[in-house]
């Protein structure tokens, strides 16, 4: 009888006090001890708060341990691991840190922390820049700023490169991204790339419809053919997308990238792509469009309707993974992991900021960032964690609620005391 047994229930809107899904697969990735040392001061309520968060992770991996250490007490501790606020956590991992500030006590937060920890190394996204590219940290619709915070929060570093100043590809670059170029590259510059991917690096190429600006070399090397004209779905009408040109992506080929993937994607003015035979690449589709689409080789008018003699029907291939052992690479980079990896997509507006948040276009992003960098254990987990907790209420709504309260209750209240009132007299 003197033992204590805990027992939690979690009985909020969609449990909301306990961990989501996510987080629970991430921690099955965690081998080892995870130390979480906490910065703050005797106030209860703050020590509260963050026990209450890291034991919602203790509850499903039991080696994670919680200390409480007092910032005024250990200034040098203090000064060493960079703690520069009171209620601030350091997560410790096989000799890695992450630090989280007060104002991140959320599960979301601490759950890329803990995937920050799990990648080894530096992992640098290196995008092309100086050919009217989509810019990793521009604000604009086309650019793809939103897709790389995101990234940055999952433990990558983006920066840009313009091979016209710099002439070679960084050393530690994990993935080369090139995002749809609009001006033709130097010849120069398409020698760098090829140079690049022949010292066994990995890239990601967003291509568009029309031009290559100058990368044909490079689509030869690889192996992979850009179709004339742009994809056309008429399946989307039906999602409730009124233009034609937004290609939607709902059945997967088998792929890590597309392991336990289920979320509908589109690709706005999508091109189709085609592999070429005899390419030394071990080459894979995993996007490809369904029936009811086509790639229209002509103006995309209000109206467009399919031309058998000049369109070609679909289902239409819109992403490919390529792969080759680096072993057979002449002049290794000095990548860790043995086999070299590409991607190509043959849109670029699918990662933008402006249809970024459309359905499983984020996480797709994300899935194959993990697995151009190697780390396929994190393919699965999705990178929204936090739960939708708002109500959304029509303009009728809130003023029945604001009349209910403003004059409703009062004279709720007015009337029952009158009844009272009534009763008592005639008594």
């Known amino acids: 009888m003197s033992t204590r047994y805990n027992h939690h229930a979690d009985w909020t809107a969609d449990a909301r006090r306990s961990l989501s899904m996510a987080s629970v697969q991430l921690l099955t990735k965690v081998d080892g001890p995870l130390a979480v040392t906490a910065f703050a001061r005797d106030d209860r309520q703050v020590r509260r708060g963050i026990s209450d968060l890291v034991e919602r992770y203790q509850r499903y991996k039991s080696d994670i341990t919680l200390s409480f250490v007092n910032p005024d007490a250990e200034p040098q501790k203090v000064r060493e691991l960079g703690v520069t606020s009171d209620g601030e956590l350091v997560l410790s991992y096989q000799g890695r840190n992450e630090r989280l500030k007060p104002f991140e006590m959320n599960e ?5 922390a803990v995937q920050r920890l799990l990648r ?12 009217g590219e989509r810019r990793a940290h521009a604000e604009a619709n086309h650019d793809v700023s939103l897709w790389v ?16 100043d710099s002439g070679v590809i ?22 760098a790339i090829q140079e690049y991917l022949e010292r066994g690096g990995n890239l990601l190429w967003l291509g568009d419809p029309g031009s290559l600006h100058g990368l044909e070399p490079l689509a030869t090397q690889l192996g992979v053919h850009f179709l004339p004209g742009t994809v056309v779905d008429l399946a989307t009408q039906l999602l409730g997308i009124q233009s034609a040109a937004i290609a939607a992506v709902t059945n997967y080929s088998p792929h890590p990238i597309t392991r336990d993937f289920s979320l509908l994607t589109v690709f706005p003015l999508a091109v189709g792509l085609s592999l070429e035979p005899g390419s030394p690449w071990q ?12 790639l229209e080789t002509g103006p995309l008018a209000d109206e467009v309707r399919f031309d058998e003699n000049q369109d070609i029907r679909g289902p239409l291939t819109l992403g490919v993974s390529l792969t080759r052992e680096r072993a057979a690479v002449a002049g290794d980079a000095g990548h860790e992991a043995p086999q070299q990896r590409v991607v190509v997509v043959g ?3 699918f990662l933008s900021n402006r249809y970024l948040g459309n359905v499983g276009n984020l996480d797709m992003g994300m899935n194959i960032v993990n697995w151009l960098s190697a780390d396929e254990q994190l393919i699965a987990i999705p990178s929204k964690t936090a739960l939708d907790t708002g109500l959304a209420l029509t303009p009728v709504q809130l003023s029945v609620i604001g009349f209910g309260f403003l004059m409703g209750l009062p004279a709720l209240l007015l009337l029952s005391g009158l009844i009272i009132w009534w009763r008592r007299r005639k008594r």
């Open 149 to 164: 915070k995101e990234l940055e929060s999952k433990g990558f570093k983006a920066r840009g490169v313009n091979l016209a």
């Open 170 to 191: 960084p050393d530690n670059t994990s993935v080369l991204v090139i995002a749809a170029p609009q001006v033709d590259l130097l010849p120069g510059e398409v020698k």
């Open 108 to 112: 979301q937060a601490m759950t890329n």
């Open 347 to 349: 849109d670029g507006d």
């Open 120 to 131: 080894a190394g530096e992992r640098w996204l290196v995008f092309l820049e100086g050919h």
């Open 283 to 294: 080459a894979s589709a995993f996007l490809q469009t369904g029936t009811s689409s086509w």
